[in-house]
């Protein structure tokens, strides 16, 4: 069977199964996927299907749920190293006022690319030229929730109005198998009262998510502060914007009364612990109180720019690491907990919940091969592949990666577009881009 000619039907022999099922059981078993779905889990019988695979040397994972990321900056890793938030935006902007839809397509490939071969199998992006992001995912396979970046015209490189540009980019997109657009203002530094306003109706008469940045730094609420007299989920929540259906990136800066607001909005948080570190934003996000508040959190890496990685095996341990270490609490955020901001929570967060984030009956069949013979998951026993998924795995581990069914990365090659095509297309564009 050609590699392009995905199979209808699957069975995955004898693998360790990381279900995060309800249970979060972690069980020696099969799993059949037909037509893109799951159709059988564990002791599944003897069907028959169009392709089977001896799965005995791996474990079989739900595919990570990135809920925070620029990926078509990933031609500017390493271009703003060791600066703080101001500078880095600064530098940023300067470069993001020069590109155009060519290298913003070779610059999501690559880091489409770079985040299937680690296991992630969902996105959700902020960002412009949202159609050349979209070209590449559907190029690659993965699936895309794509938020066109809104802000007050004055202050954008973009071509027209932003909320209208986001208002056109949904329409021509929406109902599209991989990609699941929306908008996404991009944070109260740069809009006002009413550039958010229009974005929630936009959202709401559209039916989809609405994605942002909150209060990662100090400067940044301080500000507003000074400018409105109100933080920014109080400002927000006065206005009329919060509601459910939004995600929110970073909450580093949050009151206890602000995590209450956002529990009762029904608002979402992205906790994207590399970035906020590395940018040095002062803080640590307050993921436990979150969760205590019933706020459902996932796990981004922000961009490349700001990380440098868009691993997700990276993000689940230094989301750990951070908590315990800040807590003093060794308990804090568990290996189990990790795993599930990567998975479950990531999937509710971008509204697919029922349909994504675990290996169940009905699901969607987006799943990752790890490799149980590599070193950073040895030795291999099931009460610990959890623990080695959250502090161990490398990236390496991951063998294969199926997306609706379909394989698009086996024994760590790209299936739809050799690297090589990717790569070249990449180095194009940041040759241009780190260009005086």
Sequence with gaps: ??????????????????????SRRVIRGDLLVKDGRIQAVGDIGSPTAEETIDASG??????????????????????????????????????????GEPDVEAGAAQGIAEMLLSGT???????????????????????????WAVLDPPLTTQKGVPVENARAFIGRWKGHERVTPLAAPQGV?????????????????????CH?????????????????????????????????????????????????????????????????????????APVVEFRDAGVHVGLGTDSVASNNSLSMLREMHTAGLLQ??????????????????????????????????????????DLVLVRLNHPTVTPARPEAIVSHLAYSASEEAVDSVYVAGECVVRHRILVREPWADIHAAAERAANALWSP
């Excluded at 392009?4 to 099922?21: E, K």
């Excluded at 809920?67 to 300067?94: C, K, N, Q, Y």
């Excluded at 740069?190 to 109706?201: G, H, I, K, N, Y």
């Design 121 to 147: 199998t969902s996105f959700l992006d902020l960002y412009y030229m949202e159609d050349a992001v979209a070209r590449a995912v559907e190029r690659l396979g993965i699936r895309g929730f794509l938020g």
């Design 324 to 365: 315990k270490h800040h807590r003093w609490d060794a308990s804090a955020l568990p290996a189990q907990t990790l795993l599930d901001m990567a998975t479950v929570e990531g999937a509710h967060l971008v509204g697919r919940g029922g349909d994504l984030g675990s290996l169940e009956v009905g699901k969607q069949a």
């Design 1 to 22: 069977m050609s590699a392009l000619t995905p199979a209808r039907s699957t069975i995955f022999r004898g693998a360790w199964l990381v279900t995060q099922d309800p």
């Design 189 to 209: 530094y740069v809009c006002s009262e009413e550039t958010w306003l229009q974005t929630r109706d936009l959202a709401q008469a559209t039916d989809t998510l």
């Design 212 to 284: 942002f940045h909150l209060s990662e730094t100090r400067r940044e609420v301080h500000e507003l502060q000074e400018r409105v007299g109100d933080r920014p989920v109080s400002w927000l929540e006065r206005i009329g914007f919060l509601g459910p259906g939004m995600v929110a990136a970073h909450g580093v800066w949050v009151t206890r009364r602000e995590i209450e607001t956002l529990a009762r909005r029904k608002v979402g948080i992205a906790h994207c612990p590399s970035s906020n570190l590395k940018l040095a934003v002062g803080g640590v």
């Design 58 to 99: 791996f474990a079989i994972v739900p595919g990570f749920v990135n809920t925070h990321t620029h990926v078509a900056m990933s031609p500017l890793r390493g271009i703003v190293d060791d600066r703080d938030l101001g500078g880095f935006l600064e530098r940023l902007f300067a470069v993001d006022a020069r590109r």
